[in-house]
Structures are given as structure tokens and as C-alpha cells.
């Protein structure tokens, strides 16, 4: 558990960081909070010469709620999402889910941007991230450019980011429809065994807007346009939400691992999802 | 210097703060500053650090070992292969077990994270980088994991170094991958029963491969001093006067010029007791040297290669009458102890004492054989947080109650309740060969079954499967219970050696002028709280208060011989040498006390902390000024000073037992599980600190939770462990951890000189079956008799889903 040698690298600005990027190509990766990458580097499964840590780019960190629009800093800690007064209103499912992302130890140090931009299927933020249909705002040496949450995730570890691009910012609009984070897990700080999100909108008992994203259920997150169809225009009674479930998991892949088999992922994950958007509803 | 204070005789019980006392751990203040001295806080001038190569295969052929880029690598001193250790007869060294096993690969590798080669660097990056750097070549073989397939006749053969020794320590073997055989009973009168009972419940049971994961892993420091020829080595050592001998005996240093220094240890439940290719190694290493070296393991390290815990196939048939009253039980075990037999248990006890596996019960006739059979995987075997191979026995004999039950069609409560040994027949000779010595399992029952409703839990249950049938609930209602009981404290010399090492335990005191004492035990804390406890049992046999006596355990250039800390054998042993070195000392007071009151030593009475002239109670003398005056008065025909030795041989285990009942709901969709209740009544005999026993059931349960419903190693079909890291291998947080409500009833050893039995293991052993029932019991409804550890989420929705509950 020692990782290789490494340079540490601890800019003060965005710019300098891209620099340093550019400078050492595939040999440099950023640092956030550190709870992928370092246990990785002391495995020895990650080799990284040159570690870039962002930690006292201050532009990176905090939560702005603006216009009906929330951005938050790529740097905010999972603790700063739950502590938030005004993200709590804003986007309630935030703070649930943050609530259930590993314990406090690791929330104190873990940031979105790092959960988000990793392209780990096990985190939980891309899937909640696609379920808010989220922008991701990337700064290059070319430049700033935006990618929607839903596009950003090729394959486990792959993403639309580019090596010398850093993750900045995340923002999406209020939401302060009936929401839900459901997320089976061994033990506290297990990746989830299946985890749904859900957001739903009911105006005059029909439901106006529906989203449905899920966790460690691929080696993406999956957003399921056709499982949020199935509720929109219903009352989301039975029928309705038995088809939103259908729907969600026939687009989710999972594999064995120690969690269980193939099959009992599904049936558990079917279970999930149900959960999630009847809790949702309930609260729509 | 006369204390004349008047101070009730209450008041003089309480300062003592002896058995009895809730007196806080006086551990504590250190541990929870962050103060405590473990291994890795042990830092010598020019120490260096040692790692392992570990090889990534269960069974290959090493063909060739270069470790010249290693020696490159800045910082790297050396790298030591079995090449190097052979010439010093140190590349296989002794188990516990009788057998040998590798220090480091002598041309093949038998399970994942075998040791190849010892790469010596400044620091332990340097060292990383060096293991990174050594080349070895590797030829894989086919690999076996399943004790069953490695017992088929093409299986592949492990164990080369044994081809043609048809006879290993423990007896015949029958096949290259067997150790040995090992029955007990009475295996024709037991199968005459079985033949002709009313009823016959067969089930193979499994106890899976779990793992102790103590807090700290193992790790030592070795110091030659190449000028004096004196080896220092600290260690994570359960059992460091044993460790001397052994290093001593492998090494052919002369014991005098060994020193083995247990610091402090954060938790050891058996992982600490054997040896490890680790302390070898940096042994020579430090000769080789001339400098410390220090090793430690980190967590994977641990997990996947120093000694894991149970690996029990365990086949059982338990006869009855159709009432119930059980007229046999037959078991055969088959017990995967990996590439090197390298348990620790007892020498002439090669299963441990799995021969309590009649538990509670009164069972006129049993027989019992195990099977250790060698398989690709980590060696070990040892009693994880409790005695030898009893939480195994305790597991099958609780499990096949149950099956009982089911197969009888009744109450498992009251199965129980007609079988248990009663009161009266204590001491009770079991049909497996042991004579327990006290216990009163019907009232701990009763007490146990009145404190959760039993009755109405059952009711309640039973509306719950209606409830669940009628599609109103997905959750079902499970009532696990287990009646354990343990055997502990090895043991007596006449039967109980470790390596030709009796199991006595020892304790020297000395007695200080101004009435404190120091006392040195053969024993070692890994968290028990020895220095709190220990000091109680001496302040109520010398009457100096528990405050004002330092406890001392852990270096053999000052502790007496002990065999150390493992199958609850503290209290058991050494806390009765304890309790004898104690009254040695208050013999000698009593003749002190005599002179100084001029009365005869017959006409003094004890009476707490002082002897008094009876029917004068006027007239005394408190311990504090006998301690004085057997320094500083001549007193004729004794000898100055006030110490005394005690080694302690019992004349038997003591057996501890308890009433677990866990309340467990059941999500039946997901396989989730939600533990609603657990009450735990346990009688250790004599109660030395109601507040330490609290915390060691409360810790006990918690791995048996873990244990039970989530924690195992477990590999693949080429070995490959998949539970090496805290991420799959369950221990469970605070958040997992239920409440638990603890009980007791006391029942005293009659043999134990303060009637103690120990209590640190009983949750262990007796929660595991607790968990486990409980999990059986919410589906006996539905057809349920056998499902096995651990019942993580998925096995459990395993189980739903093969009785059809999931539509």
C-alpha cells in the first residue's frame, strides 16, 4: 500500500493547473479529494508522475444558487452539499444522496467534481447528475466548454473529459419536485449494490415531469428517458410506474461481483427503482 | 505508622475497587490520547524495513527469482530468497500444528500472497519500490480450492515436501493432500443409536473462511546486537514467552539471549499467536544486517495470508425419540486448512476442542472425526476470538438443533429446554470426553426467554407469515436462538501443550514497602483490559487497592513463563495463578501480622484489606503497614521482603455458557436484514468486572454479527482471494452495530480459585449461531433447513428466491 514515486503539484489557479497538465500530458492527473486516486496510487493500479492537486484553487469551491439555476464548484466537499441551507431546498435529492455516500470521515474530504468526473460507475453523483440532466463545465487549454451530464460517460473510467481538461463547475435548475435517492449497500462506504434517483413533478394529480438515473447498474450511469416517459401524462398510479420500472431496467447491465450474481442485481435493482419513484411521488 | 482512620468495612470494600468493582479500564487513558506503543510506533536508530514479494498465483512452480534490478533500486539493502535462508536451515520453519511450512517459496507457491522474497531497504518506499523491481518467473499448476476435489485421487499433489510420508503428526494419512484423522466417541454404539432412532436429522453444516482482521496487523522489529549477541524482538505476539522458545529453538540463539517484548497490541483474536515468515525474516535480515529491521503487514497483507479462521464442512446426524429427548449425534468434519497446517491449537488436539460439540446437551452417546485436508489457500485455522475450533462446534450443534426441531416438528425452545444437562449433573462427563464443571442452563434459558416474550414474539411471528402470505408485508420475522456452551482456559499439562510447551500460566508479585504492588504476568493484553482486571483479582486476595497495583505483562526479560493470550485462557489460568500468588503473599502477612499484634497466626482473620485479632476487632493490622514492616522490622524466622510466584496449572477447562436470542426482520425482496432485538445472557462464573464484560460481549457480538452476515474470504476457482480489502471483507461500523442487551447469571468454576471462567469469546461463539438461527427461523415457515454463511443480501435473497417467496 505505497505508492510509486510521484511529483506533487499544488497550483493556484485554474490556468496553472491546465499548464501543468498540458506540460505532462498522460502522466499528470488531477486531485480532488483523493478518495479514488489515492487508494489506486497506493495499489499500484494507478501510475501518476505528476499529481496535480486543486485543492487551493479557491474559484473551484462553492455553491451558488442564482436565477433558478444552482452551479456548484467542482472543489465543494460532499459535506459542504449537505450542510447547504439553500441546496437543501433547491435541490433536495442532493443532499439525501450525499447523506448516503460513504461516511462522514470520507464526505469531510470527497468533492462532487471528483465523484463526478471520474467516470467510477460505483459514485453515485453522475447518476444524480444525469437524473438533474446537469451541466458539466470543463476548461481546456482551447478553452471552456460545456457537456451535458447525460453525454459525459463513455465506459467505466472513460469520459468525454479530456486529458488536460479540468472539471470546474457542475450546474443544473432547481429542482423542488418529489424526489428520491434509494441505494442498497452492504455497509456504510460500500458502492451501491443498485441505486435509483428519482425526480418527479405532479401538477393536478398528473405528473409533469419525470426523471430516473441509476447507479452501479452499468459501467455508466444509466438515465432512463423511457422509464421518466412512462409517468409523464399518468397519475403515476400502478400501471404507470410498472412500466417507468420496466423501462429503467431493461437500459441497466449489471455484473457479478462480490455484491451477487447477475440475477439478484435486476430483481434488487427492479426493487430500487420502484422504491425510489413511489418515494418521489409521495412527495411530489 | 498506624491507620487509625475509622472507615466502615463498605467503605474499605469500595476503595479496594477488587472483583466485583465496575472500575474504569486503566488502559484507557493512553488508548484514547492516542498515546498507545504498537510495533509501528517503535522506532531504533538506522532501522530498516522489510517487505514481501507475494506471489499473484495458488499454485505454481517458481522457476527463477532475479533480484538484480531490485538490488539497483536506490535504497535497497538486500532481497532475500529461500536460496539465502536454506544454508542457515531457515527457508521452512515449524508450525504450531506440527507441521512446517515456508518461510519463503522453495520452488513452488501453495495460495495467493505466499511469501517469495524479503526485499531489506532504508525505508519502506524504498522497499516498495524494490518489490516492484524483483523478476520472478512462475509456472502455474492446477489449482484446488475445494477440500473435497483435493481429496478425489488424480487431485493435484500440494504438498511435494510430504510425497511418501504416509504418517504425519497427528497419525496416518490417506491421501497427499490429507494431514491427518482425528476421532472421538464412540463411533459403533453411536451408529447402532442412529440406526435405530425415531428420528434421524442429517445436514452438512459449513462454518465458511473468515478472518480475525484484528485492528493492527501483524508486525515485529528485530534487533541483533551483534557486540552483547542479543536479539530484541517486539512483536504483535498473543503468546510472547512461547515466541522465545520457538525463535530460540529455530534459530539455536540461546533463549537467555532472547528477549520477545510484546508492546501494546490493538487486537489479536488469534491472528498474533503462530509465527509468521515476517518474524523470521526480519530476524535475519537484522542479522545479516547489523541493523533493526522492522516488518509489518499492512491490511491486505493480512487478509489474504496470516491465519485465517474456521473452513469447516461439518456433516452431522442427530438422533431423537419422537418427544424429542436426543438419543445420539454422529459428525464428521472435513476442515480445509490450506497449503501448511498451521493452526494453534493444543498438540494432541489437531481439531481444537471441536469435541464440545454436544454443546448443552445431554447426549448419552456421540462420535466425532475430523479430516484436515491441505488446499491453495492461506494457511491458519486458528480460533478467531474463541477457544480451539468452539465456535465451530458451537455452530454446528446449534444448527443441528434447529434441523431437529424442523425435522420433529417442534419448538426449538422447548427441544432445547428437555435435552440441556441439568443442574445436578454437574460435573458432567460428556460422551466426547470432557467433564464440565458447573452451569445452570435451564434458569439462564428461562431467564433468557422471559426477558424477550418469547411467547409473544412467537405469536407475533406467526401472524407475520399469514400477514406475508396475504400480500400485506414483504418482511418476515426471524427468532434465532442458541444455548452455547464453551470450553476454555487451556488447560492442564497433563493433556494441553502447544510445540511440548504446557498451557500452565504464572504471576509474580512484588509487594512495595509503602503498600503498592507490582504484578508480571505470562500472559499479554491485546485490548482485554488485563491491567484493570488483573490488579481487581489482587486487591481483593491482598486487600491494597486495584489503584495502587501496576500490572505488567509482555517482556519475557521480566514477565514469568506464561503461555500467553488466546482461547479465553487469561482469567481461566492466569488470573488464578494471580489469585494464588495472592494468597501466598497474605500468608506471609499473616504471620507478619502476627508478630507485630503478638497473638498466634490462628487467632488473625482476614477481614479486607487487614488481619484482625479475632474477637478483638480493636486489634489489627492493615495490609499497607504489614507491607512496611516486612521490609523494615526484623522479624525473627522470616525473611525480609513480601513477593511471591504462582504457576498455575488448572486442573480443568472451565465452561462458560450463555442464552443468545436475536430478533431479526427480513426484507425478503431485497435481502436485507434488520436486527430488532439481541439479548445476551451470559454466566462466566465469577464476574470481575461487570463493565469489562459489557464491552467484550458487546465487541464479541459485533464480530459474530459480521461473521454471520457478511464477512468471509473467499476466492475463485484459481485461488485468486477475493475479499482482500475492507471494501469486500464485512467489518461492520457503528452504523451496522445494533443494540444489544447484555444479562447474566452467575455461576462460579468450582475449580478456579475466585470461580471465574472467562468471558472474552462467549459472544463470539454463542452470537454466530444467534445471527444465523435467526436468519433459518424467518423462513422455517416456508420449507427453510439449511442455508450457509455468511447470509449477506444476496444469499439471503438467495434463500427467498429458491422457496419460491419471490412469485
Known amino acids: 500500500m505505497i505508492p510509486a514515486r510521484f511529483e506533487y503539484h499544488r497550483p493556484a489557479d485554474v490556468a496553472s493547473a491546465i499548464a501543468l497538465l498540458s506540460e505532462h500530458g498522460d502522466e499528470a492527473r488531477v486531485l480532488a479529494g483523493g478518495h479514488s486516486l489515492i487508494p489506486m496510487m497506493k495499489l499500484r493500479m494507478a501510475a501518476v508522475s505528476h499529481l496535480v492537486d486543486l485543492q487551493d484553487i479557491a474559484d473551484l469551491s462553492g455553491i451558488r444558487i442564482e436565477g433558478g439555476r444552482v452551479t456548484i464548484g467542482a472543489m465543494t466537499t460532499q459535506h459542504d452539499l449537505i450542510v447547504h441551507d439553500g441546496l437543501a431546498q433547491a435541490a433536495p435529492i442532493l443532499r439525501e444522496a450525499a447523506l448516503q455516500i460513504a461516511d462522514p470521515q470520507v464526505r469531510y474530504m470527497g468533492t462532487v467534481g471528483g465523484n463526478v468526473a471520474n467516470g467510477d460507475p460505483g459514485n453515485d453523483m453522475p447518476g444524480l447528475m444525469q437524473c438533474l440532466d446537469a451541466t458539466l463545465h470543463l476548461v481546456g487549454p482551447d478553452g471552456s466548454r460545456e457537456v451535458a451530464a447525460r453525454d459525459y460517460y463513455e465506459a467505466a473510467y472513460m469520459t468525454a473529459r479530456a486529458d488536460d481538461e479540468i472539471l470546474t463547475a457542475i450546474s443544473f435548475d432547481v429542482n423542488t419536485g418529489g424526489y428520491a435517492y434509494e441505494k442498497q449497500k452492504r455497509k456504510i462506504g460500500d458502492y451501491a449494490t443498485a441505486a435509483c434517483g428519482a425526480l418527479v413533478t405532479m401538477e393536478g394529480g398528473t405528473c409533469t415531469a419525470a426523471s430516473i438515473a441509476m447507479t452501479n447498474l452499468a459501467d455508466t450511469p444509466i438515465w432512463s428517458e423511457e422509464a421518466g416517459a412512462a409517468l409523464v401524462g399518468t397519475a403515476c398510479d400502478t400501471a404507470a410506474i410498472d412500466a417507468a420500472v420496466a423501462a429503467a431496467t431493461a437500459a441497466i447491465d449489471p455484473t457479478e461481483d462480490n455484491r451477487g450474481p447477475v440475477a439478484f442485481k435486476m430483481h434488487v435493482a427492479g426493487i430500487i427503482i420502484r422504491r425510489a419513484i413511489l418515494r418521489a411521488v409521495s412527495r411530489a | ?807
Open chain 2, 1 to 807: 505508622m498506624t491507620d487509625q482512620t475509622p472507615i466502615s468495612r463498605e467503605d474499605r470494600v469500595e476503595k479496594l475497587k477488587g472483583v466485583g468493582s465496575q472500575r474504569k479500564r486503566v488502559e484507557d487513558a493512553r488508548f484514547t490520547q492516542g498515546k498507545g506503543n504498537y510495533v509501528d510506533d517503535i522506532k531504533m536508530p538506522g532501522m530498516l524495513f522489510g517487505d514481501f514479494v507475494r506471489s499473484p498465483y495458488a499454485h505454481a512452480r517458481v522457476v527463477s527469482i532475479n533480484t538484480e534490478a531490485a538490488l539497483k533500486v536506490p535504497g535497497v539493502l538486500a532481497v532475500l530468497t529461500a536460496a539465502d535462508l536454506a544454508p542457515l536451515g531457515l527457508h521452512w520453519m515449524p508450525t504450531l500444528a506440527g507441521d512446517k511450512q515456508m518461510v519463503l517459496a522453495d520452488g513452488k507457491v501453495l495460495y495467493q500472497g505466499q511469501e517469495v522474497a524479503f526485499v531489506v531497504a532504508t525505508d519502506r518506499y524504498a522497499a516498495a519500490d524494490g518489490i516492484e523491481a524483483v523478476e520472478v518467473e512462475y509456472s502455474e499448476l492446477p489449482v484446488v480450492v475445494d477440500p473435497f476435489k483435493a481429496l478425489l485421487p488424480d487431485a493435484p499433489v500440494l504438498r511435494e515436501d510430504l510425497e511418501g510420508k504416509m504418517v504425519g503428526a497427528h497419525g496416518p494419512r490417506k491421501h497427499h493432500n490429507h494431514i491427518f484423522t482425528w476421532e472421538q466417541g464412540d463411533k459403533d454404539a453411536t451408529e447402532a443409536v442412529l440406526a435405530g432412532a425415531d428420528v434421524v436429522a442429517e445436514e452438512m453444516v459449513y462454518y465458511h473462511r473468515t478472518h480475525p482482521c484484528p485492528l493492527e496487523p501483524c508486525g515485529c522489529v528485530a534487533s541483533m546486537d551483534k557486540v552483547n549477541g542479543k536479539l530484541t524482538l517486539y512483536g504483535t505476539f498473543q503468546a510472547p514467552h512461547a515466541i522465545r522458545t520457538v525463535v530460540s529453538l529455530i534459530s539455536g540463539i540461546e533463549e537467555h539471549n532472547i528477549r520477545v517484548i510484546s508492546p501494546d497490541i490493538g487486537g489479536g483474536f488469534g491472528n498474533k499467536v503462530g509465527a509468521y515468515p515476517g518474524y523470521v525474516c526480519s530476524v535475519v535480515a537484522s542479522i545479516v544486517t547489523g541493523k533493526p529491521v522492522k516488518w509489518v503487514e499492512d491490511r491486505m497483507d493480512n487478509l489474504m495470508t496470516t491465519a485465517f479462521a474456521r473452513d469447516y464442512w461439518m456433516k452431522g446426524k442427530i438422533a431423537a425419540t419422537k418427544e424429542g429427548k436426543i438419543t445420539g449425534l454422529w459428525c464428521h468434519v472435513t476442515a480445509d486448512h490450506g497449503g501448511f497446517d498451521a493452526c494453534a491449537d493444543p498438540t494432541k488436539f489437531p481439531a481444537g476442542f471441536f469435541n464440545i460439540c454436544t454443546g448443552s446437551y445431554d447426549i448419552p452417546v456421540a462420535y466425532l472425526a475430523v479430516d484436515g485436508v491441505y488446499t491453495n489457500k492461506a494457511p491458519g485455522g486458528v480460533a478467531y476470538r474463541c477457544s480451539f475450533r468452539v465456535t465451530e462446534a458451537a455452530y454446528f450443534i446449534e444448527r443441528m438443533v434447529e434441523i431437529l426441531a424442523i425435522e420433529l416438528g417442534m419448538d426449538a425452545a422447548e427441544l432445547r429446554r428437555i435435552n440441556f444437562i441439568k443442574a445436578d449433573q454437574f460435573p458432567y462427563h460428556s460422551a466426547l470426553g470432557w467433564e464440565y464443571d458447573s452451569g445452570d442452563y435451564h434458569t439462564a434459558w428461562d431467564k433468557a426467554l422471559a426477558a424477550v416474550d418469547y411467547e409473544g414474539l412467537r405469536k407475533e411471528q406467526a401472524e407475520r407469515v399469514e400477514a406475508f402470505k396475504r400480500g400485506e408485508t414483504r418482511k418476515l420475522l426471524g427468532i434465532g436462538l442458541t444455548h452455547f456452551t464453551e470450553i476454555v482456559g487451556a488447560g492442564p499439562v497433563k493433556n494441553c501443550d502447544i510445540l511440548g510447551l504446557g498451557m500452565f500460566d504464572s504471576c509474580e508479585i512484588r509487594i512495595h514497602p509503602t503498600g503498592s504492588a507490582i504484578a508480571r504476568l505470562g500472559t499479554i493484553s491485546q485490548g482485554q483490559g488485563h491491567a484493570t482486571t488483573f490488579a481487581q483479582i489482587l486487591a481483593s486476595e491482598i486487600g491494597l487497592p486495584a489503584d495502587s497495583i501496576t500490572v505488567e505483562e509482555g517482556d519475557t526479560d521480566t514477565a514469568p513463563y506464561g503461555l500467553g493470550t488466546y482461547g479465553s485462557r487469561s482469567t481461566p489460568v492466569a488470573g488464578a495463578a494471580t489469585a494464588m500468588a495472592g494468597r501466598k503473599i497474605r500468608a506471609k502477612a499473616q504471620m507478619i501480622a502476627a508478630y507485630l499484634l503478638e497473638v498466634h497466626d490462628n487467632d488473625l482473620e482476614w477481614d479486607v484489606d487487614r488481619f484482625v485479632v479475632k474477637g478483638a476487632p480493636e486489634r489489627f493490622k492493615t495490609m499497607k503497614e504489614i507491607a512496611f514492616a516486612s521490609y523494615n522490622q526484623a522479624i525473627p524466622g522470616l525473611e525480609p521482603g513480601l513477593e511471591a510466584v504462582s504457576y498455575y496449572d488448572p486442573p480443568n477447562m472451565t465452561y462458560p455458557f450463555g442464552a443468545y436470542i436475536c430478533v431479526m426482520e427480513i426484507d425478503v425482496d431485497t435481502g436485507v436484514h434488520e436486527i430488532r432485538q439481541f439479548y445476551a445472557l451470559d454466566d462466566c462464573g465469577t464476574r470481575i468486572n461487570p463493565m469489562i464484560i459489557e464491552g467484550q460481549v458487546h465487541g464479541g457480538l459485533t464480530e459474530a454479527l459480521a461473521i454471520a452476515m457478511g464477512q468471509e474470504i473467499a476466492y475463485d476457482e484459481m485461488g485468486n482471494c477475493k475479499t482482500g480489502t475492507l471494501m469486500d471483507f464485512f467489518v461492520p461500523t457503528a452504523w451496522e452495530t445494533p443494540h444489544y442487551t447484555t444479562d447474566h447469571t452467575t455461576t462460579p468454576s468450582p475449580h478456579h480459585p475466585i470461580g471465574a471462567k472467562g468471558v472474552g469469546e462467549s459472544p463470539n461463539v454463542g452470537g454466530v449461531p444467534a445471527f444465523s438461527n435467526a436468519v433459518h427461523d424467518a423462513f422455517r415457515a416456508f420449507g427453510l433447513r439449511q442455508s450457509h454463511m455468511p447470509h449477506d443480501h444476496w444469499r439471503i435473497w438467495k434463500i427467498a428466491n429458491g422457496l419460491g417467496l419471490h412469485g
